[in-house]
């Protein structure tokens, strides 16, 4: 059985369930994809196709005309408690001038926002009207998303401001929000657009207006989304910039040490050797003179990297 079904008349209001929807209304009936009874009810009021489409394992956002009917896909961010909300759900449609049926995987709180008008009596008046409301509350949530993640990349950039400051943890995850969520939108950027210039005669003047509006927001967002995915990767590049900048500047130090201690340890290697004929063996200030030798080799080395301008 249906999650709801609603008869709306052609003001909006919402009257009893009958046998045929109201003159000038349209019925509205909503079902889980795992519905046993979902099957039945499609081969009686849905064309094949379109009910393919309703029960396909697998949906990206669409915009076709079939016949006098239109078939959609859309989607929101997932806002239940199960997945991230960059884990889109999916919402897809077959609208006619006098049945809208709409089928979920996931629960989609737009379609409970506009339950909740419809059970009050103020469901939009028209099918298209119903398709442009719903569009502005899944855009609506999905703006929502875009602007707070925009705020979490704006405080990561200001880590740039402190070359001290460690790599944001969450910036990769974020991320891969942002890309996953621009995946999913420019379908639907498109899915928008081709709804407006579809040349249904469901689609009325204030539809094509207000649907036009929810385009050009998916546009913006997923311009949005690439930008922050651009900044993003310019924190990050920032950051392994510093951290081989700060590991050349490491690994230049040891050198520096190196080339002074090379051969002073040479030397004390050499002088180091236990066999006869060492010079000095039996000369009191012979070691003086040998730690004395050892400090002149440093500063001369020391010179020799100033002279070149290694240091």
């Not at 401001?161 to 639907?188: K, V």
């Amino acid at each position: 059985m249906t999650v709801f079904a609603f008869d709306i008349t052609a003001n909006g209001s919402n009257v009893a369930t009958a046998d045929a929807p109201p003159e000038g209304g349209y019925r509205w009936a909503h079902f889980d994809l795992d519905d046993p009874h979902l099957t039945a009810f499609l081969d009686t009021h849905v064309p094949a196709i379109p009910a393919a489409a309703l029960v396909a394992p697998e949906t990206r956002p669409r915009a076709d005309r079939f016949g006098d009917g239109l078939m959609l896909n859309l989607r929101g961010v997932n806002l239940t408690d199960d997945g991230p909300a960059d884990q889109m759900v999916a919402v897809r449609m077959w609208v006619t001038a006098h049945l809208i049926v709409t089928v979920r995987m996931r629960q989609v709180f737009a379609l409970d926002t506009l339950r909740e008008d419809a059970a009050q009596g103020y469901a939009p008046a028209t099918p298209m009207m119903f398709v442009s409301s719903l569009s502005t509350r899944l855009m609506g949530r999905v703006q929502d998303t875009v602007f707070d993640l925009s705020g979490r990349v704006d405080g990561m950039e200001d880590s740039v401001q402190d070359d001290d400051s460690p790599l944001p943890p969450e910036l990769a995850e974020e991320r891969r929000m942002a890309i996953r969520l621009r995946r999913y939108l420019a379908p639907q950027r498109d899915a928008l657009v081709a709804l407006v210039g579809t040349d249904s005669p469901l689609m009325s003047q204030s539809a094509r207006d207000l649907l036009r509006e929810q385009a050009n927001l998916a546009k913006l967002n997923v311009e949005e989304l690439e930008g922050l995915i651009a900044r993003m990767t310019a924190v990050q590049d920032h950051h392994t910039a510093q951290a081989a900048l700060l590991q050349g500047h490491n690994g230049y130090v040891l050198s520096i040490i190196a080339a002074v201690f090379l051969p002073l340890g040479f030397i004390t290697g050499l002088f180091g050797v236990n066999v006869a004929g060492m010079p000095g063996i039996n000369t009191s200030w012979a070691f003086a003179a040998l730690c004395a030798g050892l400090v002149a080799m440093s500063v001369g080395a020391v010179w020799v990297l100033r002279w070149l301008k290694w240091i």
